[in-house]
């Protein structure tokens, strides 16, 4: 395989399930800083390759992706192994909806229902009320997670598979901001679980105070 090009800085959760990803499959690959304070979206190059000027952007040879989920499912199907990508539509099918249900709800909301808030929303700008909708949103959902989690240690049992990266990208986030969490003892026992895989610790835990607005 040729090297990946990854464009996207370190700090952007989409970018992180990609290094995730990457990292895992063990992928020759560089990095480069895009996006955020170091710019570089918004020139017609860019854009040739990201119509939406967001990261991340991959590039594999002459293949150049944009979405980081599709990014992933890619990776996955490409270099992952029967574990990590199931090619059984249906043993591939159940974990996947857990994928989809952990990247377009679970981290939809904690994401843009409680990080935006907290992290990247001035605090005289901040809606409290929304912010308490928010985070009852995010434990109901986290709550939902911890029972089709069981004794894991991952969603398909004892192997590591793209939907973990999927749904498991954001919960650096969801336990590291400040507020009160529910009672979920198998979800603290998957993250603790992820945060014990080196991939995860260098890709996913990154700190994001540069992005804290006051
Ligand atoms: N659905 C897209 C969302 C991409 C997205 O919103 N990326 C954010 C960073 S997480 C972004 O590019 N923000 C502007 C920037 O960093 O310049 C994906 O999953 O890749």
Known sequence: MTKLKIHGRATSSNVQAVMWT??????????????????????????ALNPMGLVPTVQDGDITLFESCAIVRYLAARYG???????????????????????GTFTRTVVYEVFWTLIRTRKVDRDLNALAAGIENASRLAKLLDQRLGSGPYLAGDNLTFADIITGHVLFRYYSLEFKRVDTPNLDAYYDALTKRPAYAEHVMVDYSSLKVE
């Open 81 to 103: 192994d029967e574990k990590f990508w199931p090619r059984d539509p249906g043993a591939r099918a159940m974990l996947d909806q857990w994928a989809e249900w952990g990247k």
């Open 22 to 47: 990457v990292a895992e499959l063990g992928l020759d690959h560089e990095r480069l800083d895009v996006g955020g304070a170091f710019g570089g979206t918004d020139t017609d190059a860019y854009r």
